[in-house]
């Protein structure tokens, strides 16, 4: 496993916010398999109880049902915790579009009491996600860190306004911050229901339904697909970092490489045929394109692998076939 290939010392507690949530709960999965003892913060509002299901009987996690938007809940969740990994947000650009109050009262606010009270802890580091929505309408590619547009969405500007919040902290209160810039995270326990469904468990349920799936636009918008083991490693990494002109700074979590959503489907639908051949057949629908996304999407990951070592296992191909694997069984 990873963390014990990077010799992580499981004598700390590291809290995870979000940590029922597809991300968070990968992460406390890998971080309890190395003997880590894990505290689990969560509202329930987008997480499952049943992606942590599995961990409810190890002495070494602790869950505690809470909110980040309030103050005492957050202090509550630092009090012992030596390390913070802070995935609890609510995502989505069309969410923050159809409700920017509460996508700003959960990623801005929380995010404030949650600084807070790690620093009121004393907590040893603060690593969170933030995201590569952050980049706006800036025309670069590969996207690069320190070069970003303006925000095209109530939830790409929450995000930017976390980096600068740990900016501050980690000037003013000293206070280490590393923020993680995710790009299009797939993997196991990612949600396939509801409206804010991200692309690739949507489209996947839509082909093993039987069903067209469908696109916003012609198909040509193209994203640097993330798969989870990738994600994890990174915030491992991020935790093992002892350089300190690797910390109070931001990565692109990415595989760095483009894919477009036509290839999206191609792809997806070769990988389901192996369970369904009819599933070849499936012919794609196309619809308007989504108010406030980024046509193009690509990240440099060159920053994190010279500050942090970071080297992606799983590129897109390798991912999604993991990922259908783990859909199949599980939800078909």
């Not at 700074?249 to 999206?264: C, I, K, M, Q």
């Not at 394109?289 to 046509?295: A, I, N």
Request: neutral net charge; charged residues 20%; hydrophobic residues 35%.
């Amino acid at each position: 496993m990873l963390l014990e290939k990077l010799n992580f010392s499981s004598e700390y507690i590291i809290l995870v916010t979000g940590g029922a949530g597809f991300i968070g709960s990968n992460l406390c999965e890998s971080l309890l398999k190395n003997g880590n003892k894990v505290i689990c913060l969560d509202n329930f509002a987008t997480g499952k109880r049943e992606n942590i299901k599995p961990f409810l009987g190890n002495k070494n996690f602790t869950l505690i049902n809470g909110d980040i938007r309030k103050l005492n809940d957050c202090e509550t969740a630092c009090k012992n915790a030596d390390y913070v990994l802070h995935q609890a947000a609510l995502g989505s650009v069309p969410r923050s579009i159809n409700n920017p109050i509460i996508s700003n009262e959960v990623n801005v606010s929380g995010f404030l009491n949650m600084l807070v009270a790690a620093r009121n802890a004393n907590v040893k580091r603060f690593v969170y996600a933030t995201s590569s929505s952050t980049y706006g309408d800036s025309k670069s590619m590969p996207k690069v860190e320190d070069v970003i547009g303006k925000p095209l969405s109530p939830y790409a500007i929450t995000k930017y306004v976390n980096e600068l919040y740990a900016d501050v902290f980690s000037k003013t209160y000293g206070i280490e911050t590393i923020g993680l810039r995710y790009f299009n995270v797939f993997g196991r326990r990612q949600d396939p229901n509801g409206d804010y469904a991200a692309v690739i468990p949507k489209l996947t349920m839509q082909l093993m339904n039987h069903e067209s799936p469908i696109i916003n636009g012609d198909g040509s918008f193209s994203r640097d697909f993330t798969y989870i083991d990738n994600v994890v490693e990174m915030n491992v990494r991020a935790l093992l970092a002892d350089d300190k002109d690797s910390l109070n700074t931001v990565y692109n979590v990415a595989f760095g490489e483009r894919t477009s959503l036509n290839e999206l489907v191609e792809l997806l639908k070769q990988y389901l045929s192996a369970y369904d051949t009819k599933i070849g057949d499936i012919q794609i629908v196309y619809g308007p394109e989504r108010q406030g996304d980024v046509p193009h999407s690509l990240a440099s990951i060159d920053k994190a692998r010279k500050k942090l070592g970071y080297n992606p296992q799983y590129n897109i191909k390798s991912g999604l076939k993991a990922a259908m694997d783990w859909y199949w069984n599980n939800l078909k």
